[in-house]
């Protein structure tokens, strides 16, 4: 469902106007393009009729959770994501069943979240102005806990445990400067050798399918690194997830896999290295640890992982698409 809070082309941007709409921009320090985008920003707002927006800076300590929280107890009318996926992941954290819509100003690597929205992720001045100009669109988010916490993480793109986690927990940050995505195919091609392990896994809380997997991804959204869509049907506002068990057998067993993702035969199962399944619930249990990520962000490694689906939980703000 579509809010549009694009005022009417040509109408003239008052002062009065200006002082009651303003953004926050949670930012990433060391993703951002140069000193010059936060110039450029404020004279943007300027220029569309916003007030000079909140500037807040991310730290290791704070990669932006404590930000989205200042920005929306200063009561700001949309709240910027500037940086890679995992500002964008906190940032949401905080919005989400909040009302307050987020924005999307890619500056890092993967931008999942943003090249499955269909948002501009080459030019961060013009993902500004859509913002600004843009209007609301509803999506899901996805409650996880790790190991029966008591702390609950959200993610909006994708989960996993094991292999693709290993990936993310190895891949070369030089190698991201210089390749971008293409690092995480070179750290996949070292994580491919690895042994199974024993799994369990509970969609809806239905009964547990047993496996012995390499990895095992939730999804909110279809598409990953280099335009693969993982998820061919998958949309971000879909009300539902899907779940890829990968379980390669043997020395063609990877073969298998990838018959099994880019054949498209999720609904006819018929590769035993790949399952596909979709809910609103799902539970994971595996016989020892293994990596565990959530949107490209490794998070060190567990045994079982949870997840709830929260329909239309987090509002972001775009241009139409």
């Known amino acids: 469902m579509t809010e549009n809070n694009t005022a009417t082309p040509g109408t003239p941007k008052t002062q009065d106007n200006a002082a009651s709409r303003r953004a926050a921009v949670v930012i990433n320090p060391a993703k951002s393009v140069g000193p010059a985008l936060k110039g450029a920003i404020f004279r943007l707002c300027e220029t569309q009729g916003w007030a000079e927006p909140l500037w807040l800076e991310t730290t290791v300590e704070d990669p932006g959770v404590g930000q989205a929280r200042e920005a929306l107890e200063a009561g700001v009318d949309v709240v910027i994501a500037a940086g890679g996926d995992g500002t964008v992941r906190c940032v949401a954290e905080v919005l989400a069943g909040t009302g307050t819509p987020m924005g999307l100003v890619p500056l890092g ?186 949107d490209g962000d490794h998070l060190g490694t567990g045994k079982h992982l949870a997840v709830t689906l929260e329909p239309d939980a987090l509002k972001i703000r775009m241009a139409a698409v």
């Open 109 to 294: 690597t993967g931008n999942l979240l943003a090249r499955n929205l269909g948002a501009d992720i080459t030019d961060p001045l013009s993902a500004c102005f859509d913002v600004l100009n843009g209007s609301d669109r509803s999506v899901d988010v996805v409650k996880a806990t790790l190991d029966r916490s008591d702390v609950e993480q959200v993610f909006l793109v994708m989960a996993g445990l094991g292999y693709d986690a290993a990936i993310m927990a190895d891949t070369v940050d030089v190698l991201k400067d210089r390749m971008g995505w293409l690092a995480y195919v070179e750290a996949g091609i070292r994580k491919l050798p690895g042994k199974p392990v024993k799994a369990r896994i509970s969609v809806d809380g239905g009964e547990p399918v047993r496996r012995r997997i390499r990895s095992v991804m939730v999804g909110n959204c279809g598409r990953i690194m280099g335009g693969i869509e993982i998820f061919p049907e998958a949309k971000p506002d879909d009300g539902v997830l899907d779940l890829l068990i990968l379980s390669p057998r043997g020395r063609l067993g990877w073969l298998g896999v990838i018959a099994g993702i880019f054949g498209r035969n999720k609904n006819k199962n018929e590769t035993e290295s790949v399952d596909y399944f979709q809910g609103k619930t799902a539970e994971i249990t595996l016989e020892r640890e293994q990596e565990f990520q959530l």
